[in-house]
Structure formats: structure tokens, C-alpha cells
């Protein structure tokens, strides 16, 4: 005997009301539970496209294989109550695809420390969206992390090149393109997740040979770039970064992102300046 209609209907709408409550629900409880965030300190970016680096504004790479890695510095940095000081961590991504990221972290750090730093990257990564965290799941890079025994991070009397060294994974090695005083000769507007400026710098060495790629790597002499850095939630959720209009970006900078930039040079954030941490 088959279901009278009424019945069938208040089933339809129970169900209606519980997709309804998980599309507002699993939203809500995650803006709901992201605590203030902050980050500073240094990273540098080195990949196998020419310099300047056409990814940073909105323009297709110069290699087809966009291959990037990425050292990270936090000075002093937290997550909520947790403290993010003196992290260090290494990712190598999919630049052109956005398909996968191979995070590397130090073995030492905390497992709730290794979580919180998770934590800023996918919010970083949310769109300002209220509905995006049901999508996030399905739309993001396939994420990947290693713990390796150490991250060694070398830099040199003067500030200028700094050296990151995963024992029989990867090896980077740049140095700021600075004038006569040791400052960037030019700080340009550029699509990153941790800052709205960049410098260039040399890429001495840009060698992987990691497990996690089907090929070892070896883009030494390509692109380079560093930033020191000083980024929060705030700055996110007011939308105040050049990267979160990356995909609106049609090989120009949009309207929103030119009003930022005048900004930046209105408040004379893009004078050369002393380069540290």
C-alpha cells in the first residue's frame, strides 16, 4: 500500500527543511567559530616563470607547469588563544591549476599549532561568501602534508639572501635585488595570500626532489620574489587583499584592486624601505 499524498508531502518537506538547515547551518557555525587571526613576519616565493613573475598580476605564467614553492616565517603570529611564533613551514603548489599543495612542516610543532596554521590558511582561502564553506570542500586543491625532521633557514649577515634547505627534498636560495642601502630597488602590487607587495630577488637555487612529485624539480635561475608581511583576519574579511579578486581578474587589475593600490601609494606603502623581519 502506497503513501497517501499528505504523508508523502510533509516527508518532502521535512527534507526540504533539513537540506535547509545544513545549508544555513554549516555556514553559520563556521563563521560563527573562526577567532581573530594574525600573522607576520618573511617568506619568499621562487617558480619557474621569468621575472617579473605575470601570476603576481593576474596574467597567465610563462610555463606551462607553474610549479611554485613557498617558504613561510611567522615571527610572531596567532590563531584564537593559539600562538603561532616562530613557525616555520614550506608548501609547494600547482600555481597554474590550483590542483594540489604539498605542505611541509617541522616534526617539533604541535599538532594544535600544525592545526591552527590549517585553520588561517582555509580561511584565508574562504571567499567572503556566506554559503562558500559548503563548497570549499569540493573546490579547493587537493592538500598533501608532510612532517620532516627540520627546516633549516639560513639568512646572511646583511639580510639580503636567505637560504631554506629540507635535507633530500628541497633546496631554495635567493637574494634581494636591493640598492646601495640594502632596500628593495622596488616593492611592486602583487596577488599573494600574505601580503599586497612584493620585491624580486635572485633565484640562486630552486632544486626538489621530493617523493610527493612524479619528476625532481630544478628552476634555479627562474623567478624569485620575497615579502616580509603583516596580514589578520580583519584584512580578509574586509577585503582589503589584491588575491581575493584574483578570479575576477582579466589579465588587468580590477576597479577594486586599482583602489587598493592607490591606497597603498597614497600611504607611501610602496617606498623602498629596510627589508627584514
Same mark, same amino acid.
Given at each position: 500500500?502506497?503513501?497517501a499524498r499528505p504523508a508523502i508531502a510533509r516527508m518532502l518537506g521535512a527534507f526540504a527543511a533539513l537540506v535547509l538547515a545544513v545549508a544555513i547551518g554549516v555556514?553559520?557555525?563556521?563563521?560563527?567559530?573562526?577567532?581573530p587571526w594574525s600573522l607576520a613576519g618573511f617568506s619568499m616565493t621562487l617558480c619557474p616563470c621569468a621575472s617579473p613573475c605575470p601570476c603576481r598580476s593576474g596574467r597567465r605564467p610563462t610555463h606551462p607547469d607553474c610549479e611554485a614553492?613557498?617558504?613561510v616565517h611567522v615571527v610572531r603570529g596567532h590563531y584564537g588563544s593559539v600562538s603561532l611564533d616562530g613557525l616555520k613551514f614550506v608548501d609547494v603548489a600547482d600555481m597554474q591549476r590550483g590542483a594540489w599543495i604539498i605542505v611541509y612542516g617541522e616534526a617539533g610543532t604541535p599538532d594544535e599549532v600544525q592545526a591552527a596554521m590549517v585553520a588561517v590558511a582555509e580561511n584565508m582561502l574562504m571567499p567572503r561568501i556566506f554559503f562558500a564553506p559548503l563548497l570549499a570542500r569540493w573546490l579547493g586543491p587537493r592538500v598533501t602534508v608532510r612532517r620532516v625532521e627540520r627546516i633549516e633557514y639560513k639568512v646572511s649577515e646583511n639580510r639580503l639572501r636567505r637560504r631554506v634547505s629540507i635535507p633530500g627534498i628541497l633546496e631554495l636560495d635567493a637574494r634581494l635585488r636591493a640598492d646601495a642601502? #640594502? @632596500?628593495?630597488?622596488?616593492?611592486?602590487?602583487?596577488?599573494?595570500?600574505?601580503?599586497n607587495k612584493i620585491a624580486y630577488a635572485d633565484n640562486l637555487a630552486y632544486r626538489y626532489t621530493g617523493p610527493d612529485l612524479p619528476r625532481p624539480l630544478?628552476?634555479? #635561475? @627562474?623567478?624569485a620574489n620575497m615579502k616580509t608581511f603583516h596580514v589578520a583576519k580583519e584584512d580578509y574579511d574586509q577585503e582589503r587583499m589584491l588575491v581575493q579578486e584574483a578570479r575576477a581578474m582579466r589579465g588587468a587589475w580590477t576597479p577594486r584592486q586599482r583602489a587598493i593600490i592607490t591606497a597603498m601609494r597614497e600611504a607611501g606603502e610602496l617606498l623602498p624601505r629596510s627589508f627584514g623581519e
Open positions: 500500500m502506497g503513501l555556514p553559520l557555525a563556521y563563521w560563527h567559530r573562526v577567532p614553492a613557498t617558504f642601502e #640594502g @632596500r628593495p630597488r622596488e616593492l611592486v602590487p602583487a596577488l599573494d595570500m600574505l601580503a630544478d628552476y634555479s #635561475g @627562474r623567478q
